[in-house]
C-alpha cells in the first residue's frame, strides 16, 4: 500500500528549483524526509496538501490527487508547520478546540478530542493557560495537538524538534513514534538532523537541492557493511600488538586503516571483509602471533554517511548541501556520540 507517490514532481520559483523531478514511493509507518534547510521539504509538504501547485509532474496522497483533490487530502491529513504560527492570547485548549471545529467536529466531539488529544502529546493543567506564555516544547506540543484532533489517517510533521534541547527532542521523538504505534495513524517527518530519524523512522527519504537522493528502510541504511573493526592485546613479545597484526595481515594482502574518528582510534584496525575467510584470516594470524583477540565485529552504517556516499554520486551541486546537514548532525553533541561508532 502507498501513502503518497510522487512521479517527476518540479516546483520551480524564479530564482530557485525547489524541487527537481522527484519521485518517490511512502508506505505506511513513519517516514523521515531529510534534507538540509532549502532543500525543498516544505514546499514538497505543501505540495502534497494541494496547497501549493506543482509546476511539473504529478503527486497522490491517500490515493488522492493533489492537484484536484487537496480539500479531500487535508480533511484526511494533519499538518504540523515548521513556524511558530499559534495566537499568543488563547489556551492551548481554546485552540485546538477552534481548529478541531474548522475540520468540521461538531462541538460536543471537538471538546472531547481536544482533550484527549492534548493529554496524549503531554499537556496538562497547563492547557488552560494562554499560549503565549508556553515554553518553545509546549508550543511544539500544541502544533502536534492540532494536527491529530481531527484523528487524520496521515499526518505531515515539518520540523517538530526545532528548537527543543534534547531532553525535548528525545520527548518529541517518542510523542511521534507513539502516533504510530497507538493510533495506526502514518507519519511523515521532516528534520535535517539525520541522527534523530534514524531513530524514530521505519523509512527514510533523503533529498538534497530538490532531487532525490535515496530513499530506502532504515534498517537497509544501517545495515551492516563488510568493514570489520579488530582490537587485540599486546604481549611482552609483541607490545604494539596492533601495529604487528597490521604488519602480518599487509603480509598476506590485507590492507588495513586504522579507526581514527572512531572511540578507542588507536587500538582500532579496520579492513574490508572479502568474504568468510577474511575472518579466518584474522583468527589466524592474531594466533599465530600470541595475541588475544579483544573483539572482532562488523561496523554498521548510519544515515549520515548516505550523505557522503550520496555526494560522490550526486556531484558537485549537491556536495554542498550535503556537507551542511552532515555538518550540523556532528554540532548535536548527541548525535557526535552515536557517530561512526
Ligand atoms: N514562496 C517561495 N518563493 C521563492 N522561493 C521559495 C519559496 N518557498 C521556498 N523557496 C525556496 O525553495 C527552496 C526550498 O525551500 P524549502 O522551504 O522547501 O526547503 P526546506 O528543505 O523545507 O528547508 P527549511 O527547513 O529551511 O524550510 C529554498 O531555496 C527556498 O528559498
Given at each position: 500500500m502507498t501513502v503518497i507517490v510522487t512521479e517527476s514532481l518540479s516546483k520551480r520559483f524564479p530564482r530557485v528549483t525547489a524541487l527537481d523531478r522527484l519521485s518517490v514511493d511512502v508506505g505506511p509507518g513513519v517516514t523521515g524526509l531529510v534534507g538540509a534547510n532549502g532543500a525543498g521539504k516544505s514546499t514538497l509538504i505543501k505540495i502534497l496538501l494541494g496547497l501549493s501547485p506543482a509546476s511539473e509532474g504529478r503527486a497522490e496522497v491517500l490515493g488522492l490527487d493533489v492537484a484536484t483533490e487537496g480539500a479531500a487530502i487535508r480533511e484526511r491529513v494533519g499538518y504540523m508547520p515548521e513556524h511558530d504560527c499559534l495566537p499568543p492570547d488563547v489556551s492551548a485548549t481554546e485552540f485546538v478546540v477552534h481548529m478541531a471545529r474548522m475540520s468540521g467536529l461538531p462541538a460536543t466531539a471537538a471538546r472531547e478530542r481536544t482533550a484527549d488529544t492534548l493529554r496524549h502529546v503531554g499537556l496538562y493543567e497547563e492547557r488552560y493557560r494562554p499560549i503565549g506564555g508556553y515554553s518553545t516544547g509546549m508550543k511544539q506540543r500544541v502544533k502536534l495537538a492540532q494536527a491529530l484532533v481531527h484523528d487524520p489517517q496521515l499526518v505531515f510533521l515539518d520540523e517538530p524538534t526545532n528548537g527543543l534541547d534534547p531532553v525535548g527532542r528525545d520527548e518529541?521523538?517518542?510523542?511521534?513514534?507513539?502516533?504510530?504505534?497507538d493510533f495506526g495513524i502514518s507519519v511523515l517527518v521532516t528534520s535535517h538532523l539525520l541522527g534523530e530519524l534514524e531513530r524514530t523512522c521505519d523509512h527514510v527519504v533523503v533529498v538534497d537541492g530538490g532531487k532525490l537522493l535515496r530513499s530506502s528502510s532504515t534498517r537497509e541504511f544501517t545495515q551492516t557493511t563488510t568493514t570489520l573493526a579488530i582490537e587485540v592485546t599486546d604481549s611482552d613479545e609483541?607490545?604494539?600488538?596492533?601495529?604487528?597484526v597490521r604488519e602480518a595481515l599487509a603480509a598476506r594482502g590485507l590492507d588495513t586503516h586504522d579507526g581514527s574518528g572512531l572511540p578507542g582510534a588507536g587500538r582500532i584496525l579496520l579492513l574490508t571483509a572479502e568474504g568468510e575467510e577474511t575472518y579466518d584470516v584474522v583468527r589466524d594470524v592474531v594466533a599465530d602471533l600470541g595475541l588475544g583477540l579483544v573483539r572482532m565485529e562488523q561496523r554498521r552504517h548510519h544515515i549520515s554517511e548516505v550523505f557522503h556516499d550520496g555526494a560522490d554520486h550526486a556531484n558537485a551541486p549537491a556536495a554542498g548541501h550535503a556537507q551542511h546537514a552532515a555538518a550540523d548532525h556532528a554540532h548535536h553533541p548527541k548525535e557526535a556520540a552515536g557517530h561512526g561508532g
Open positions: 518529541m521523538l517518542g510523542l511521534i513514534r507513539r502516533i504510530h504505534t609483541h607490545p604494539d600488538g596492533t601495529r604487528a
